[in-house]
C-alpha cells in the first residue's frame, strides 16, 4: 500500500507561482509512474503532468512551458512547480502513483491517490 499526501496549495493571484509537494509513504519502493491531476468544480478531473522512475515527463498542453513535475526517489516526494498561475488552473490537485510504467499507468490509471490540495487563483 501507498499513501500519499499533497500540500503547497493556496490563493494566488493571477501570474503568480506555487509548489505543490507530494510525500509518498508505505511501498515507496513499488512506485514507479507519479502523476499530478486536477478537478475543477463541475469537470471531469485531467491529468496535468506525469513522471516516470527514470525522469520521463508528459504535460497537459495547457500547462506545458508553466509547469514543471519532479520527483526527488531519495526523499520519496514529487513535486509539481505551477508558475504563470491563471484563473482557470484553479481546481483541486491530486497526486497519484502507480507500479506500473508511465505509459501504462497514463493508459490504465493510477492506482494510489492523495486527498487533493486547492489551488485557488484570482483574478
Known amino acids: 500500500q501507498v499513501q500519499l499526501v499533497e500540500s503547497g496549495g493556496g490563493l494566488v493571484q493571477a501570474g503568480g507561482s506555487l509548489r505543490l509537494s507530494c510525500k509518498a509513504s508505505g511501498t515507496i519502493f513499488s512506485i514507479n509512474a507519479v502523476g499530478w491531476y486536477r478537478q475543477a468544480p463541475g469537470k471531469q478531473r485531467e491529468l496535468v503532468a506525469a513522471?516516470?522512475?527514470?525522469?520521463?515527463?508528459n504535460y497537459a498542453d495547457s500547462v506545458k512551458g508553466r509547469f514543471t513535475i519532479s520527483r526527488d526517489n531519495a526523499k520519496n516526494t514529487a513535486y509539481l512547480q505551477m508558475n504563470s498561475l491563471k484563473p482557470e488552473d484553479t481546481a483541486v490537485y491530486y497526486c497519484a502513483a502507480s507500479i506500473e510504467a508511465l505509459v501504462v499507468a497514463l493508459s490504465r490509471g493510477f492506482r494510489s491517490w492523495g486527498q487533493g490540495t486547492q489551488v485557488t487563483v484570482s483574478s
Open positions: 513522471i516516470s522512475r527514470g525522469g520521463s515527463t
